[in-house]
């Protein structure tokens, strides 16, 4: 017999949920299949089948939470040509199948978990559906949905796709609905709270004039294009002002250990990601040491990875510093929370054309609000200000990047 384990699942994360078994009892797998979707604080993730046999019993269902090395279920290991052997009975044994339903997402198709989610809330035969990679992701998904273009003279536009975890409203005009949290949400919620409860924090404003760097952008984003194969975007210049930042007011790259400070001389800049699960914030390591292009093409690949669920743990893990944007989702002005250990964090907004003063002449430019939060600790109101002027400097004048970043 071989337990079926909660794996390790990375630092600091020692509890997860069992979100949806994909075998059953009697089931015969090989080595390497997908058992068991675990749901954690910080990623959804899947427990494989280390060796071939056939499972014979689950101890936690879905919805049960469970620790580290904590048995999920037990298998009864045989060698693969035993394996396979009970699997060709199997199937010889079954009738023969009607018609796959559309919305069909068995287990043994190759699908992240967010596609799997997709695929029912779209009514999708993951069978069907063609991956762009190792595994179905959720564009593989949405692009299987989307219907071709009817030949006819007027285009129809395709349907909005509807979220898959949307619980359906319920009639009557006092109705309510319940969810349990998912550990994401509820892990969000905690260390929100306790960032608010241990830190100091107290944030600051300053706004940025964006005129230089969407002129820049203008002229090179076609080269840039044409060379990197990633757009030029407004994340490579402020993550270059960050760590230009940072090294000259080193004590907001720290953190608190005890009654200590623990000055970091790396730049592991994370960046906040929307996810269909709650914000999740991947960390870009050595940022100082990469290109405008070697970030665009990070901050895509984490936007993207996030989308389709394939983030990893060591994605999530550590960071010196992080910048959140709230301004793609139309915010002017917000006061982003830490994020423990970390003693600062960059809230970026909006760009709205407003007046301003420039050589004594009120003239229209795009300007945004930016915030920083900060840890009063063991950063003073003098640094965090000098921080943000700092930052705003170099979006300013791009070429101080190059001169002083």
Same mark, same amino acid.
């Given at each position: 017999?071989?337990?079926? $384990? +909660?794996?390790?699942?990375?630092?600091?994360?020692?509890?997860?949920?069992? *979100?949806?078994?994909?075998?059953?009892?009697?089931?015969?797998?090989?080595?390497?299949?997908?058992? +068991?979707?675990?749901?954690?604080?910080? #990623?959804d993730?899947?427990?494989?089948?280390?060796?071939a046999?056939i499972?014979?019993?689950?101890?936690h269902?879905?919805?049960a939470?469970?620790?580290?090395?904590?048995?999920?279920? $037990?298998?009864?290991? $045989?060698?693969?040509?035993?394996?396979?052997?009970?699997?060709?009975?199997?199937?010889?044994a079954?009738?023969?199948?009607? *018609?796959?339903?559309?919305?069909?997402?068995?287990?043994?198709?190759?699908?992240?978990?967010?596609?799997?989610?997709?695929?029912?809330?779209?009514?999708?035969?993951?069978?069907?559906?063609?991956?762009?990679?190792? &595994?179905?992701?959720?564009?593989?998904v949405?692009?299987?949905? /989307?219907?071709?273009?009817?030949?006819?003279a007027?285009?129809?536009?395709?349907?909005?796709?509807?979220?898959? /975890?949307?619980?359906?409203?319920?009639?009557?005009?006092?109705?309510?609905? &319940?969810?349990?949290?998912?550990?994401?949400?509820a892990?969000?919620? &905690?260390?929100?709270?306790?960032? !608010?409860?241990?830190?100091?924090?107290?944030?600051?404003?300053?706004?940025?004039?964006?005129t *230089?760097?969407?002129?820049?952008?203008?002229? &090179?984003?076609?080269?840039? !294009?044409?060379?990197?194969?990633?757009?030029?975007?407004?994340?490579?210049?402020?993550?270059k002002? +960050?760590?230009?930042?940072?090294? *000259?007011?080193p004590?907001?790259?720290?953190? #608190? !250990?005890?009654?200590?400070?623990?000055?970091?001389h790396?730049?592991? #800049?994370?960046?906040?990601?929307?996810?269909?699960?709650?914000l999740? +914030?991947? =960390?870009?390591?050595?940022?100082?040491?990469?290109?405008?292009?070697?970030?665009?093409?990070?901050?895509?690949?984490?936007a993207?990875?996030?989308?389709?669920?394939?983030?990893?743990?060591?994605?999530?893990k550590?960071?010196?510093?992080t910048?959140?944007?709230?301004?793609v989702?139309?915010?002017?002005?917000?006061?982003?929370?830490?994020?423990?250990?970390?003693?600062? #964090?960059?809230?970026?907004?909006k760009?709205?054309?407003?007046?301003?003063? $420039?050589?004594?002449?009120? %003239?229209?430019?795009?300007?945004?609000?930016v915030?920083?939060?900060?840890?009063h600790?063991? %950063?003073?109101?003098?640094?965090?200000?000098?921080?943000? =002027?700092?930052?705003?400097?170099?979006?300013?004048?791009?070429?101080?990047?190059? =001169?002083?970043?």
């Amino acid at each position: 017999m071989t337990n079926i $384990v +909660v794996p390790v699942l990375g630092e600091s994360v020692v509890e997860a949920r069992v *979100a949806k078994w994909l075998k059953k009892v009697g089931d015969v797998v090989a080595a390497g299949d997908p058992l +068991v979707e675990l749901e954690t604080e910080k #990623i959804d993730l899947e427990v494989n089948a280390d060796s071939a046999g056939i499972i014979v019993s689950i101890a936690h269902e879905a919805g049960a939470d469970v620790k580290v090395g904590e048995v999920l279920g $037990v298998m009864d290991a $045989v060698d693969a040509a035993t394996a396979a052997k009970a699997a060709s009975a199997a199937a010889a044994a079954a009738p023969a199948p009607a *018609a796959p339903a559309a919305a069909d997402t068995r287990a043994d198709v190759k699908a992240t978990p967010t596609a799997r989610n997709v695929a029912r809330a779209h009514d999708v035969n993951l069978d069907r559906v063609p991956a762009s990679g190792p &595994r179905v992701t959720k564009d593989d998904v949405l692009r299987a949905a /989307t219907p071709a273009p009817a030949p006819v003279a007027a285009p129809v536009a395709a349907p909005a796709p509807a979220r898959a /975890t949307a619980p359906a409203a319920p009639a009557g005009p006092r109705s309510e609905t &319940r969810e349990r949290m998912t550990k994401r949400r509820a892990t969000i919620a &905690r260390r929100l709270v306790e960032a !608010q409860r241990t830190a100091a924090m107290l944030t600051t404003f300053n706004e940025v004039d964006m005129t *230089a760097v969407m002129a820049l952008r203008e002229r &090179r984003k076609e080269a840039f !294009q044409k060379k990197h194969g990633v757009g030029l975007g407004l994340s490579s210049f402020f993550v270059k002002a +960050v760590v230009g930042a940072l090294k *000259a007011f080193p004590a907001i790259n720290a953190e #608190i !250990q005890g009654d200590d400070i623990v000055y970091k001389h790396y730049y592991d #800049i994370g960046i906040a990601v929307g996810a269909e699960g709650g914000l999740v +914030v991947p =960390v870009l390591r050595d940022a100082d040491q990469r290109s405008f292009a070697d970030i665009e093409h990070g901050i895509r690949d984490f936007a993207k990875r996030a989308g389709d669920g394939l983030l990893t743990l060591d994605d999530l893990k550590g960071g010196t510093f992080t910048i959140t944007n709230g301004g793609v989702f139309g915010s002017m002005m917000s006061t982003p929370i830490l994020n423990p250990p970390q003693v600062g #964090i960059l809230g970026l907004h909006k760009i709205a054309d407003r007046p301003a003063v $420039v050589n004594g002449q009120i %003239v229209v430019r795009p300007m945004m609000y930016v915030a920083l939060s900060y840890d009063h600790r063991i %950063v003073d109101g003098r640094e965090a200000v000098q921080f943000l =002027v700092k930052v705003k400097e170099f979006v300013e004048d791009p070429a101080l990047l190059l =001169v002083e970043g």
